[in-house]
């Protein structure tokens, strides 16, 4: 794919653009008017020209971000011949169904996909002409710098269609995972069970948001560029896991029942890399080399954040202590 247009060109959709035209993509961005999209269009540039000095983009960024992208006056005229189009209107259905239709209309043959964080694929397809060339492709803020990016394709995806963006987005520098279309996806399910227990734990009197935060990012989060969280339960052990559920089960019997994936790998033996077995198999004469990975990035990660200093979220209690 070459040509790519993009429709909603606030921070989302500026965002995604970037990516594609660092990655040498043309890009069409488009709006609601044509001056909002102008307008966008002089955000994302002054942007990039920032992101340029502040060295987070590469040297040339902002020619290459002149250069590649362009502002419509209409949705129709962004995506007109564009091979690749990416919804990223605000998140209300009846907003993506009529923009979808437009889209849709004015492009028959090319892949639509949709930036939706939380509506069904499905629904969504219900929209589109053709819908075996539509998918879900959902980027997180701040799209040029979080590399991960889940695309969702629904039961009538064809698998041309997925191959074809998977391609696209390891292309431009990002991380695809494909994933089923369920409620919330894989990001957001993950994302707001977290939320969901940390409101718990406050409610609960346990522990202030402020303290929640700083457990977070300075343990199990701190693993989690690295790892994920079946790779870091191979590594604790399957059968701590088991251990684990049962002290909360005390308290929490349904809350925290253990999972059936968990205990069937327990009974056939797979304990994670103690045994080599487990959610995710490694052989066992590369623990080794995965514990040396493992310390090398956890010390450069103390050694980043060090560099970096507190967040402004965290800067007044650092002070207050001081």
């Given at each position: 794919?070459?040509?790519i ?12 653009a970037q990516?594609?035209a ?11 008017t ?7 269009l002089?955000?994302?540039r002054l ?6 000095e502040q ?36 998140e209300?259905?009846?907003v993506?169904?009529?923009t979808?239709?437009?889209i ?8 639509i996909g ?8 499905t629904r969504?397809a219900e929209?589109v002409s ?9 980027f997180?803020?701040?799209?040029p710098?979080?590399?991960?990016v ?7 995806t064809s ?6 963006v998977?391609?696209?987005?390891e292309?431009?520098g990002k991380?695809?995972?494909?994933v089923k279309d ?8 993950l ?6 227990e940390?409101t ?7 522990a202030?948001?402020?303290d929640?935060?700083?457990?977070v ?6 693993r ?18 088991a251990?684990?559920y049962a ?5 929490f019997?349904?809350?925290f ?7 069937e790998?327990?009974?056939?033996g797979?304990?994670?890399t ?5 959610f995710?198999a490694?052989?066992p ?6 514990v ?11 050694a980043?954040?060090d560099?970096?200093?507190p967040s402004p979220?965290d800067?007044p209690?650092?002070?207050s202590q001081?």
């Open positions: 794919m070459t040509r247009a993009v429709v909603g060109s606030g921070y989302m959709g500026g965002g995604m990516v594609f660092l990655a040498g993509h043309p890009v069409v961005i488009s709006d609601a044509a001056e909002i999209a102008e307008a966008n002089e955000r994302i942007e990039t020209q920032q992101f340029e060295g987070l983009f590469p040297a040339g960024a902002s020619a290459t971000i002149a250069a590649n992208i362009t502002a419509a006056a209409s949705i129709e005229e962004a995506v007109t011949g564009a091979e690749f189009v990416e919804e990223a209107v605000p209300r259905i009846e993506k169904h009529a979808l239709r437009r849709s209309d004015a492009n028959p043959s090319g892949i949709s930036n939706t964080s939380t509506i069904s694929i969504l929209a053709h819908p075996e060339r539509f998918l879900g492709v959902h997180s803020n701040p799209a710098f979080v590399p991960g889940e695309i969702i394709p629904h039961p009538l698998e041309a269609t997925i191959t074809a998977e391609q696209l987005i292309g431009s991380v695809g995972a494909r369920a409620t919330g996806f894989v990001l957001n399910r994302q707001y069970a977290l939320f969901h940390a718990q734990l406050v409610d609960e009197g346990v202030t948001t402020e929640i935060d700083a457990i990012r300075s343990t199990f989060g701190f989690l560029p690295f790892f994920g969280p079946f790779a870091i339960a191979d590594m604790a052990g399957l059968d701590v896991y251990f684990c002290s909360l089960q005390e308290d019997p349904e809350r029942a253990t999972p059936a994936i968990l205990s790998r327990i009974a056939r797979e304990l994670g103690k045994t080599g077995g487990g995710r490694i052989d004469a590369r623990i080794p080399e995965l040396a990975y493992r310390n090398r990035a956890y010390a450069k990660m103390k980043l954040l560099e970096l200093g979220f800067e209690a650092a002070e001081s």
